[in-house]
C-alpha cells in the first residue's frame, strides 16, 4: 500500500505542481504570469496578475507537499481550493467530460486530493519519515478539506465578471 500511494502522489503531485510552473514561469507551454494574469481578467478576477501568482504558487505548493508526503492533508486542501475555482469559473459551463474542457479533469483532481488527505500519504513520506503522521488525523484532515472548500468560495467571492455594455 506505502508503494502504491508513493506513485499515485509523485505522479499525482507533480503534475499538479507542473501546473503551477505553466502560471508563474511559462515553462511546459504555459503563459506565465502576464498571459495568465490576462486569461484571468477575462475571467473576472482583477488584478489578474495577482491571481495569476497566488493560483500558480497555490497549485506549485499544493503539487510539491502531496508528491513528498508532507504536512498532511494541507497541499490536498489547497489543490482542492484551486479547483473548486477552476470548476466554477472555466469548466462548469462546458459540462462533464475533458472532450469539451468540461469538468473532468479539475473533478479527477479535486476527487484524488481528497481521498490522499483521508488516507495519508502512507509510510513512504516524509511526514512518515518526520514522525508527523498525525498531520493525517481523521480530524484535522476532515477540517483542512473544508477549509480548502471555503478557500475556494472566497476566491470566487472575489471575481468580479465585467459588466456587459447595454
Given at each position: 500500500m506505502a508503494f502504491g500511494l508513493l506513485i499515485v502522489r509523485i505522479i499525482f503531485g507533480s503534475l499538479m505542481a507542473a501546473h503551477g510552473t505553466q502560471k508563474l514561469f511559462g515553462w511546459l507551454g504555459g503563459y506565465g504570469v502576464a498571459g495568465t494574469g490576462q486569461f484571468f481578467?477575462?475571467?473576472?478576477?482583477?488584478?489578474?496578475?495577482?491571481?495569476a501568482v497566488a493560483a500558480g504558487s497555490t497549485e506549485l505548493v499544493s503539487g510539491l507537499l502531496v508528491a513528498l508526503g508532507l504536512f498532511g492533508a494541507v497541499g490536498?486542501?489547497?489543490?482542492?481550493?484551486?479547483?473548486?475555482?477552476?470548476i466554477v469559473t472555466v469548466?462548469?459551463?462546458?459540462?462533464?467530460?475533458?472532450s469539451s474542457n468540461g469538468i473532468e479533469v479539475p473533478l479527477l483532481y479535486a476527487a484524488v486530493a481528497a481521498a490522499l488527505a483521508?488516507?495519508?500519504?502512507?509510510?513512504?513520506?516524509?511526514?512518515?519519515?518526520?514522525?508527523?503522521?498525525?498531520?493525517?488525523?481523521?480530524?484535522?484532515?476532515?477540517?483542512?478539506?473544508?477549509?480548502?472548500?471555503?478557500?475556494?468560495?472566497?476566491?470566487?467571492?472575489?471575481?468580479?465578471?465585467?459588466?456587459?455594455?447595454?
Open positions: 481578467e477575462g475571467l473576472g478576477f482583477r488584478p489578474g496578475s495577482t491571481f490536498p486542501a489547497l489543490m482542492i481550493s484551486v479547483m473548486v475555482v477552476a469548466h462548469l459551463p462546458n459540462g462533464l467530460l475533458s483521508l488516507t495519508g500519504p502512507g509510510a513512504a513520506s516524509l511526514d512518515a519519515v518526520l514522525g508527523l503522521g498525525w498531520l493525517s488525523a481523521a480530524p484535522l484532515s476532515g477540517a483542512l478539506l473544508l477549509a480548502g472548500v471555503a478557500a475556494g468560495i472566497v476566491n470566487l467571492a472575489l471575481r468580479r465578471p465585467a459588466l456587459v455594455a447595454a
